[in-house]
């Protein structure tokens, strides 16, 4: 049976809820206390907008290969690889993460690798990105 509920953003959205009679109305009653899905996603979405501008912010100083793919790779690897990045920076105190990371250009290795750890994507990273060139005195530098 579909139920009318007025969720707690003022809006009424139809429910199915099944279950027995107490069941129907306790879950009811949670939702009333919850968004309506539109304003929970526009919600969301709002959220995601704004740690994406801070990632953003963080990386802005990094001189970062241009990203290589279709228009919808190279929208998703930007936010995969400015998250990562803005991460490694926090972790770096601020400083420079490896340079490494910065020369990786395709959208798709971005997001393949989405999920490794920090360590493991610098790794891959280094593998990865043939301009990085690691000086013998430990410093990094690009080749040309």
Do not use: N
Request: proline fraction near 4%; charge should be positive; aromatic fraction near 4%.
């Amino acid at each position: 049976m579909t139920h009318c509920i007025t969720h707690a953003c003022g809006h009424e959205q139809a429910h199915y809820i099944p279950g027995s009679t107490s069941e129907k109305a306790r879950k009811a009653r949670w939702l009333t206390t919850t968004k309506c899905r539109a304003c929970f996603v526009a919600d969301r979405k709002a959220e995601d907008a704004a740690a994406g501008a801070l990632d953003d912010a963080a990386v802005a100083h990094l001189r970062l290969a241009p990203l290589v793919g279709s228009e919808r790779q190279v929208g998703w690897a930007a936010s995969i690889r400015a998250k990562r990045l803005a991460r490694m920076v926090q972790a770096a105190g601020g400083g420079d993460p490896d340079p490494a990371c910065a020369a990786v250009g395709d959208a798709r290795w971005w997001i393949d690798h989405r999920d490794l750890s920090d360590a493991d994507l610098l790794t891959k990273a280094r593998a990865a990105a043939p301009a990085y060139v690691p000086a013998s005195d430990g410093a990094a530098r690009h080749a040309a």
